[in-house]
């Protein structure tokens, strides 16, 4: 049995003007300025308050909680009436894999649970992740413990594990729990980072991506 783990924002769903805004208004209820939309999506990925710590590590400890409180309001209310949408092929992708009798899916995000749980059920997506690993109960990436929640619940070694994510924060966390680990080119991170951060491949697209897991679940 072979365990694929997806990263969600900036790899499987197009969320960055969900991201962007929602940080945005977090700044606005701390009364901290806002920050350009390349350096906010640079931190997509890290859990939200260490994103808010890493954007604003002057800021003060009550004005990073503001920040972060702010976001998940603003969030929240956004995805009342605006859904991220999935990247062309995502679902092909996931679709190709599950078909699969050897292979599991799985998700490690730095979204929080509430988050993720309406994402599945907006795309039917109940029954396809044999585990599903958030911030919520894990410290943030790269730190590798959610994906290895990820590899204990699904039953499988590292070995036979690949990690599929957008920044180097995905690849660095499949590096460090010794699971195979590839990039997207279509997210948050430019490839020159995921391949310093260990990524055996970086895919340009969907289909490329989809090849290439089978041909490394075949391998």
Not at 101 to 130: C, M
Not at 178 to 183: C, H, I, L, W
Request: some cysteine.
């Amino acid at each position: 049995m072979k365990l694929v783990v997806f990263d969600v924002d900036g790899t499987l769903i197009d969320s960055q003007q969900m991201i962007v805004s929602s940080m945005n208004a977090g700044f606005d209820a701390a009364g901290l300025p806002h920050l350009p939309r390349e350096a906010i999506l640079s931190i997509v990925g890290l859990s939200l308050p260490v994103s808010v710590a890493t954007l604003v590590p002057d800021a003060s400890p009550a004005e990073q909680d503001r920040v972060v409180d702010g976001y998940r309001a603003a969030y929240l209310a956004a995805r009342m009436h605006l859904e991220s949408p999935l990247y062309p092929g995502a679902q092909d992708c996931l679709d190709a894999l599950s078909a699969r009798d050897d292979v599991a899916l799985a998700i490690a995000t730095g979204k929080a649970r509430r988050g993720l749980d309406a994402l599945i059920e907006n795309h039917g997506w109940q029954r396809l992740f044999v585990s599903r690993q958030t911030s919520d109960y894990h410290p943030s990436k790269p730190h590798p413990a959610m994906l290895e929640a990820a590899l204990y619940e699904a039953g499988v070694d590292a070995a036979h594990a690949c990690m599929v994510g957008d920044t180097e924060f995905d690849i660095a966390m499949g590096v460090a729990a010794g699971t195979r680990a590839f990039g997207v080119a279509w997210g948050y991170h430019p490839p020159e980072r995921l391949v310093a951060a260990g990524a055996s491949m970086v895919a340009p697209d969907f289909p490329t991506l989809t090849r290439s897991l089978l041909e490394w679940v075949d391998g």
